[in-house]
């Protein structure tokens, strides 16, 4: 009886063991299932498979741990600062440059010490919890005061101008590249300094040719009479453009407006009534409507003669590049905004024949003009005024740093509907009393 029951014991444990097999047997097959076919043979056992795998997964791990280094150098010498901090805020990385323009020179990797202890930069602090709890990228410029210990210090520092750039990473942590624009600020200031008196300097003299050539054109007659009359409007274009970079200059040097609550149709319309002259002669309507819940008239807060200036350079370019016969649309609402309050925004919509798309990156720049052949062509309608024949190229510069002093944003864009230009403007809203 003993024996049987050994023999039943042993069968019973043989079975078992033959069923482990079976099912350890499977789990490698299953695992081999999902190993590339060129890194083993299917007619080796199951085991010598396995050992090819794990070869294959060794040399696997050494080459991307190679690569890994490799990165890790390149970021460290990178000619652009970064940082990464994880979910807590406790930084995890400083490239070499980054710890160049940030200042930080008391660092250890691994330690306990938050961002804002090893950096004091509030900007930086806020653009990295503002891209954690978003999980969007975002850039911000700002100037950055490097740390002090002493008043001496203090003094010998200057700031710097930095812009960082972020992005959310895996479990809460975030990434930021950080680039120093205190060189192009510096390079961009002088240039403007150096044209803001060569403009100075030509404003008189461009004056009394002006004068010369108007009283010219009333003195003489026959084919010298032509000369001059195309003459003139070639020295009105070189006066304007004189004037206006002068405006700009003052613009960006004068730190205060005279801000007041603005009725804005009052306001636009009185633009329209200036350029109405201009508008008559291609037969170019006018319309203002204003839209969304809020019922009274609406008012921005601003400085009127400023605000005054900036629709009248978009109201004058868009009658100049309408087709004879079109309506330039005037759109106007109060949005609210998380972080900056009630809003209004304005859209100056027109039915040209638009921006073309490579230069609306550039169209609020100094001096820029696109290509001539694509977008706003006037050789596609003789009636449409040829952007390389009037203006100064510093419209929408002036435009753009008026907003930007109000505090507001300004946006180029093509309308899907009429094809024209579309100008959005927001400005902070206003109570009228």
Same mark, same amino acid.
């Given at each position: 009886m003993e024996a049987v029951a050994f023999l039943v014991g042993l069968a019973v444990g043989a079975g078992a063991i033959a069923w482990q097999a079976r099912r350890q047997r499977h789990y490698w097959q299953r695992l081999l299932s999902q190993v590339p076919a060129e890194v083993t043979q299917k007619d080796l056992s199951v085991q010598s498979q396995m050992r090819q795998a794990l070869t294959h997964l060794s040399h696997c791990k050494a080459e991307a741990e190679a690569q890994l280094v490799m990165y890790e150098q390149v970021l460290e010498l990178a000619p652009i600062g970064y940082v990464?901090?994880?979910?807590?805020?406790?930084?995890?990385?400083?490239?070499q440059e980054a710890r160049s323009l940030l200042k930080v020179s008391d660092w250890n990797p691994g330690g306990d010490r938050l961002f804002l202890e090893v950096v004091r930069s509030y900007e930086l602090d806020l653009l990295i919890q503002q891209t954690r709890y978003q999980q969007q990228s975002y850039h911000r410029e700002?100037? &950055? &005061? *490097?740390?002090?210990?002493?008043?001496?210090e203090i003094i010998s520092q200057n700031p710097q101008t930095l812009k960082a750039y972020s992005l959310p990473?895996?479990?809460?942590?975030?990434?930021? &590249?950080?680039?120093?624009?205190?060189?192009?600020?510096?390079?961009?200031?002088?240039?403007?300094?150096?044209?803001?008196?060569?403009?100075?300097?030509?404003?008189? *003299?461009?004056?009394?040719?002006?004068?010369?050539?108007?009283?010219?054109?009333?003195?003489?007659?026959?084919?010298?009479?032509?000369?001059?009359?195309?003459?003139?409007?070639e020295t009105q274009r070189l006066v304007s453009l004189v004037q206006d970079w002068l405006e700009l200059s003052h613009i960006e040097?004068?730190?205060?407006?005279?801000?007041?609550?603005?009725?804005?149709?009052?306001?636009?319309?009185?633009?329209?009534?200036?350029?109405?002259?201009?508008?008559?002669?291609?037969?170019?309507?006018f319309s203002y409507r204003q839209s969304g819940e809020f019922a009274q008239p609406l008012a921005v807060e601003g400085d009127n003669s400023r605000l005054y200036r900036v629709f009248l350079n978009l109201l004058d370019n868009a009658i100049r590049y309408s087709p004879p016969g079109g309506t330039i649309q005037v759109q106007a609402q109060r949005i609210s905004r998380s972080q900056q309050g009630d809003?209004?925004?304005i859209q100056v919509i027109d039915e040209g024949s638009g921006f073309a798309v490579a230069d609306l990156p550039h169209v609020f720049e100094r001096l820029y003009r696109g290509d001539p052949g694509r977008g706003r062509n006037p050789e596609a309608d003789p009636?449409?005024?040829? *952007?390389?024949?009037?203006?100064?190229?510093?419209?929408?510069?002036?435009?753009?740093q008026i907003i930007l002093a109000h505090n507001g944003t300004i946006h180029a864009d093509n309308h899907p509907k009429t094809g024209g230009a579309c100008l959005t403007l927001e400005l902070p809203a206003a109570t009228l009393s």
């Open positions: 990464q901090v994880d979910a807590e805020n406790h930084p995890l990385i400083f490239n700002w100037q &950055f &005061f *490097p740390h002090a210990t002493d008043a001496d990473l895996p479990d809460g942590d975030v990434g930021v &590249f950080v680039e120093n624009r205190q060189v192009l600020l510096e390079l961009t200031q002088s240039r403007d300094r150096w044209m803001s008196d060569l403009a100075h300097e030509l404003r008189t *003299p461009l004056t009394s040719i002006q004068l010369v050539v108007e009283t010219l054109v009333e003195r003489l007659d026959g084919p010298m009479r032509g000369w001059v009359e195309r003459l003139l409007p040097r004068q730190g205060t407006l005279t801000t007041e609550a603005i009725h804005l149709q009052d306001l636009i319309e009185s633009v329209w009534q200036t350029l109405d002259p201009l508008a008559h002669q291609k037969s170019v309507c809003r209004v925004q009636n449409v005024t040829s *952007p390389t024949s009037t203006g100064s190229g510093l419209g929408l510069a002036i435009v753009k």
